[in-house]
């Protein structure tokens, strides 16, 4: 099967990382970075995507299939029954549609030299087939520049060879120099590409760093955010209760002053307990404030629960006419059959239509037998008439 032409690029845009965002980028890459652990990716073979799939076998088994530069991995969904599937691209063959059975009408084979493993997915079978395509051609390429690089570096090594020889031959007369241009051509560009691969590595792992950083700093924000709504929320009802209590405490201490001026001084005792407590009372509001928070909780609980009751009462009531008009539909059915199956059941109603055919043949037999009475008669009397 022919390789598809295509941009690696696209592999990249595909995957479910780059459109994610905030928290949902962070759960998806922390599953990706499970995966990549459990299947012992290294540091370098990042995943491309991940799709739920089938690994068909003597018993389908079902899990996630793994994309990444380097291999197609396959992580069952019960690891203890099923064994994971970890393929090369580079010892891969072939990728192509295969007929598995009725529940999977269409599977994607790949094949290596050593073993042939097929996967479908029900959903998205095309789109499987062109990720692992993009994939493969992705890394066919990647082996190609890897192959272009090792041969800068023999030819590096056929350089050097040659300018040994060069300064042992002195003046043979023998000017290698178009040969050694060519081959130092080759090796700046291996360099080259080798530089370019390195600063691409480190400013593509800069970039996660920094990501990470952003993210942490983000999470950072948003926590101090909540804890500070949190303690603003907890303080509110405690600088009401200031607010509402430094009045009250000048007209309680002024009512209790004059009534401890009026009454006789054996009740001043009694008073100023009474006042201690009061005043106990609107120094610690705080502590109050818990309680009037509870009960409007309750109320609002006991009021939602009140209306669910309500709810559910209606529905009851709806269902039981709905009953009620099913129970009598089924009776005036049954009503009906019963009287058509005892109607047909009669053994005159079964006779009536022979009867009704031979009633009818009698008649005519009597209406024919009077008409030749009638032509007797007639005859008789014209006889009669002629003698």
Same mark, same amino acid.
């Not at 064994?83 to 790949?110: A, H, M, N, Q, Y």
């Not at 996967?119 to 493969?136: C, E, M, T, V, Y």
């Not at 996660?208 to 303080?235: F, G, H, I, K, Y």
């Given at each position: 099967?022919?390789?598809?032409?295509?941009?690696?690029?696209?592999?990249?845009?595909?995957?479910?990382?780059?459109?994610?965002?905030?928290?949902?980028?962070?759960?998806?890459?922390?599953?990706?970075?499970?995966?990549?652990?459990?299947?012992?990716?290294?540091?370098?073979?990042?995943?491309?995507?991940?799709?739920?799939?089938?690994?068909?076998?003597?018993?389908?088994?079902?899990?996630?299939?793994?994309?990444?530069?380097?291999?197609?991995?396959?992580?069952?969904?019960?690891?203890?029954?099923?064994?994971?599937?970890?393929?090369?691209?580079?010892?891969?063959?072939?990728?192509?549609?295969?007929?598995?059975?009725?529940?999977?009408?269409?599977?994607?084979?790949?094949?290596?030299?050593?073993?042939?493993?097929?996967?479908?997915?029900?959903?998205?079978?095309?789109?499987?087939?062109?990720?692992?395509?993009?994939?493969?051609?992705?890394?066919?390429?990647?082996?190609?520049?890897?192959?272009?690089?090792?041969?800068?570096?023999?030819?590096?090594?056929?350089?050097?060879?040659?300018?040994?020889?060069?300064?042992?031959?002195?003046?043979?007369?023998?000017?290698?120099?178009?040969?050694?241009?060519?081959?130092?051509?080759?090796?700046?560009?291996?360099?080259?590409?080798?530089?370019?691969?390195?600063?691409?590595?480190?400013?593509?792992?800069?970039?996660?760093?920094?990501?990470?950083?952003?993210?942490?700093?983000?999470?950072?924000?948003?926590?101090?955010?909540?804890?500070?709504?949190?303690?603003?929320?907890?303080? @509110? /009802? +405690? *600088? !009401?209760?200031?607010? &509402?209590? %430094?009045?009250?405490?000048?007209?309680? $201490?002024?009512?209790?002053?004059? =009534?401890?001026?009026? @009454? /006789? +001084? *054996? !009740?001043?005792?009694? &008073?100023? %307990?009474?006042?201690?407590?009061?005043? $106990?009372?609107?120094?610690?509001? =705080?502590?109050?404030?818990?309680?009037?928070?509870?009960?409007?909780?309750?109320?609002?609980?006991?009021?939602?629960?009140?209306?669910?009751?309500?709810?559910?009462?209606?529905?009851?009531?709806?269902?039981?006419?709905?009953?009620?008009?099913?129970?009598?539909?089924?009776?005036?059915?049954?009503?009906?059959?019963?009287?058509?199956?005892?109607?047909?059941?009669?053994?005159?109603?079964?006779?009536?239509?022979?009867?009704?055919?031979?009633?009818?043949?009698?008649?005519?037999?009597?209406?024919?037998?009077?008409?030749?009475?009638?032509?007797?008669?007639?005859?008789?009397?014209?006889?009669?008439?002629?003698?």
């Amino acid at each position: 099967m022919r390789r598809s032409q295509q941009d690696p690029q696209t592999i990249e845009k595909a995957q479910p990382v780059a459109a994610a965002s905030g928290t949902r980028r962070r759960s998806i890459s922390q599953k990706l970075n499970k995966l990549a652990r459990r299947l012992r990716l290294s540091h370098r073979d990042s995943i491309v995507t991940t799709m739920p799939a089938f690994c068909v076998s003597d018993v389908p088994a079902r899990g996630t299939i793994v994309i990444t530069r380097r291999h197609i991995c396959f992580w069952p969904a019960l690891p203890s029954l099923t064994p994971e599937v970890k393929l090369k691209f580079s010892d891969v063959v072939s990728i192509c549609k295969e007929k598995v059975f009725s529940l999977f009408p269409t599977g994607i084979r790949i094949a290596t030299a050593q073993r042939a493993v097929t996967f479908s997915n029900i959903g998205s079978r095309d789109r499987l087939l062109q990720q692992l395509q993009s994939a493969w051609d992705a890394s066919a390429d990647a082996a190609n520049s890897a192959s272009a690089i090792v041969e800068s570096h023999a030819a590096l090594a056929v350089v050097s060879q040659v300018e040994a020889s060069t300064d042992d031959s002195g003046d043979s007369g023998f000017d290698a120099s178009p040969v050694v241009q060519q081959l130092q051509l080759q090796q700046d560009v291996g360099d080259r590409i080798e530089d370019d691969g390195e600063e691409l590595d480190g400013n593509v792992e800069e970039e996660e760093e920094e990501e990470e950083q952003e993210e942490q700093q983000e999470e950072q924000q948003e926590e101090q955010q909540e804890d500070r709504q949190l303690e603003t929320n907890r303080n @509110q /009802p +405690a *600088m !009401e209760w200031a607010t &509402l209590a %430094s009045p009250l405490r000048l007209r309680t $201490a002024l009512q209790l002053s004059q =009534v401890s001026q009026s @009454q /006789p +001084a *054996m !009740e001043t005792g009694r &008073l100023n %307990s009474v006042c201690h407590r009061w005043l $106990a009372k609107l120094a610690t509001p =705080v502590r109050y404030a818990p309680r009037l928070t509870w009960v409007s909780a309750g109320a609002v609980v006991s009021l939602m629960l009140l209306l669910l009751c309500t709810i559910s009462a209606v529905t009851l009531s709806y269902r039981v006419i709905l009953l009620q008009r099913q129970v009598a539909a089924l009776a005036a059915t049954q009503i009906a059959t019963a009287a058509e199956s005892s109607f047909v059941d009669d053994p005159l109603f079964l006779k009536r239509p022979a009867l009704e055919h031979q009633i009818g043949w009698t008649l005519r037999g009597v209406s024919k037998l009077s008409r030749q009475l009638d032509s007797l008669v007639q005859r008789v009397a014209s006889i009669e008439n002629g003698r």
